[in-house]
Nanobody, 120 residues
Framework: VQLQASGGGLARPGRSRRLSCIATGTIFKVHRMGWFRQAPGKQLEQVATITSDGRANFTDSVKGRFTISRENAKNRIYPEMGSLKPEDTAIYYC???????????????WGQGTQVTVSS
């Protein structure tokens, strides 16, 4: 299983940025998917998650600014980061719990990080 993340880059404060993460490989079912981030000198932080039935959760610092959608047929999620702030600058990592074969226990997988820099 591989998670491919994209969409990082430079964004101006107050603007929006859309990330994408797709899971590929031997997959029976992708359960919860989400994004974590790590800012310089800080610990890894869970930003947003979404279950296979569309229930989403966000860390307090992004509530009301970030949304997340999911396309189950393509095992893909699209976090939309709005009203970006400089403190959103971080490396963003995609995470997913994937059940590779029916009956197997889902396992966690990580994608490569994508840098998001918010600066004027």
């Amino acid at each position: 299983v591989q998670l491919q993340a994209s969409g990082g880059g430079l964004a101006r404060p107050g603007r929006s940025r859309r990330l994408s993460c797709i899971a590929t490989g031997t997959i029976f079912k992708v359960h919860r998917m989400g994004w974590f981030r790590q800012a310089p000198g800080k610990q890894l932080e869970q930003v947003a998650t979404i279950t296979s039935d569309g229930r989403a959760n966000f860390t307090d610092s992004v509530k009301g600014r970030f949304t997340i959608s999911r396309e189950n047929a393509k095992n893909r999620i699209y976090p939309e980061m709005g009203s970006l702030k400089p403190e959103d600058t971080a490396i963003y990592y995609c995470n997913a719990r994937v059940q590779e074969v029916r009956g197997w226990v889902p396992a966690g997988h990580w994608g490569q990080g994508t840098q998001v820099t918010v600066s004027s």
